[in-house]
């Protein structure tokens, strides 16, 4: 698979953080003691680097961290897994986004974790591994992630999503946060990370290579998902949630490449030394 790049540039992170905490450009040039003209040289992708260090801190940023993601220094290292694993990257419309693929090396039983925009490449992967599909978890219900569903379901694979956020696919059952399932020695555990949607789930899995969280639209390499009403509930989600889990988890994001916690805690400008 081609490199996949970051999902957010550093002045999608500037534009989340200041849509999340509802600050106006006069009141976050204010705060931050800058120009008003300067911050918004930034927003359109001028690397101004006094101005960027300024205004992390009311932003609640890791102006480190911030200004490296400017200056293109960091990508995430890719890490391997031996079996078990698979990840699709599909266009939808002007964008790309992830689905995933896990399952029991001994009874072949495999749980798909979204569809993307074409599922036929996770349907290639079943048949090629020569695969039973059992679940179809869904991290959230916005359309770019369940583009594809039909396809998918029609394999008679059970479609699960959290009670917060249904799926109305007919047939489609919902689960409580803290449930688990199992796929032979796979097991599967829900976490609600909710904020970027209503019922935003990830899903922590173990018996793999590495721990996986897959995270949907909750956290992306170097950025997090975005919300205008919600910010705060997903940003205390993520630090509550997914920052806890062990630190050597793999992080599997709905767009973007996958990550590990421990990078997210060095570079993410949202976390870094602040987890």
Known sequence: MPRIPLEDNFTDII????????????ALATAANVPVADLQAVKQGEIQEITLLALARPLGLDRNALLALARREWYPEQPIFKRGFAMFNTTFEDMTVNSYLVWDVKTRLAAAFDTGADARPILDTIAGEGLTLRYIFLTHTHEDHIADLDRLAATGAGVWASELEPSDRPGAKTFQENAHFHLGELSIKTLFTWGHSPGMTTYFISGLSWPLAIVGDALFAGSMG??????????????????KLPADTVL????????????????????????
């Open 15 to 26: 534009g989340k953080a200041q849509r999340g905490l509802q600050l106006t450009d006069d």
């Open 226 to 243: 975005g919300s205008p009403t919600h910010f705060e509930i997903q940003l205390r989600h993520n630090k509550q949630k997914i920052l």
């Open 252 to 275: 599997a994001c709905g767009h973007g490449p996958l990550t590990t916690l421990k990078q997210e805690k060095q570079h993410n400008p949202f976390f870094a030394r602040r987890s």
